[in-house]
């Protein structure tokens, strides 16, 4: 048995079958993979997309949540395949593309949402620390789109929906630089700016490519850096995971002629 046809075993369905969707759904007959989705933001997405019709591949390094994230899809009628991978490495990151592709016959949507935050002085900084934040906020994005456009491609021309998506998950810090928050930032910016020049490639050819970014969101990466940055702001009233997935969702759900190229969310009372 060969790799796809083993991993589709594991995920309880037929290679290359796709699942049924709700009649009706938006994206009935679409396949989604989504990064980072062991928590947070991810996993809140793919609950969203499998919702709205999506056959979902999920990413990320902890299987165990993985697999919880799955058996409540499924539970709730999805479809949902699990991958484990380190997507700061290249070579997972592209296999992790395939493996998606391998389990469902195509790929419809892309979400980048995997990433890793340290913040301090740079004067201070930890050279290790920051090769991770390149290697996962920004050198993963590209591995990934890279290794998916062929297929959105594909998608966009002959897909249920018309078109295809690939949206990147980049911060407020990716338009605004603050002190202690140097390396971040600056892979942030940097997703900013590839989204912008890969949509002006592909986008008539029928693929839309989203940036989404978000201001204090209140997920596990917040425990680490987020909190520095909240400048007082009670943690009640920063965003949730959901509000950021159905954000993703309603960029994704567009009819085929209307792209949503950018979407800034803050919570209300964040002023910076």
Known sequence: MG?????AEQSGMAPGVEAEAPSGAPL????????????????????QLARQGAAVAVVARRTERLEELASRI???????????ADLADPAQ???AVEDAVGRFARLDVLVN????????????????????????????VLEMSRAALPHLLGAAADGPRGTADLVNVSSVAGRVAR????????????????????????TGRGVRVGLIEPGLTMTEMAAGGGRLAARALPEDAW?????????????????????INE???RPTAQEH
């Open 93 to 95: 990151a592209r296999q």
């Open 263 to 265: 979407i800034m969310m």
């Open 74 to 84: 499924r539970d709730q009628g999805g479809s949902c395949a699990v991958l484990t």
């Open 28 to 47: 009935a007959g679409c396949v989604a993979l989504v990064t980072g989705a062991s928590s947070g933001i991810g996993a809140a997405t793919a609950r």
């Open 239 to 259: 965003l949730r995971a959901d509000d950021i997935a159905r954000a993703i969702t309603f960029m994704i759900t567009q009819p085929a002629h209307a792209a």
């Open 179 to 202: 002190r202690n928050n140097a390396v971040y930032s600056a892979t942030k910016h940097a997703v900013c700016a590839f989204s912008e020049a890969m949509r002006q490639e592909v």
């Open 113 to 140: 949402n995997a990433g890793y935050v340290a913040m301090g002085p740079v004067e201070e900084g930890d050279p290790a620390e920051w090769r991770r934040m390149v290697d996962l906020n920004l050198d993963a």
């Open 3 to 7: 790799d796809a046809e083993q991993a």
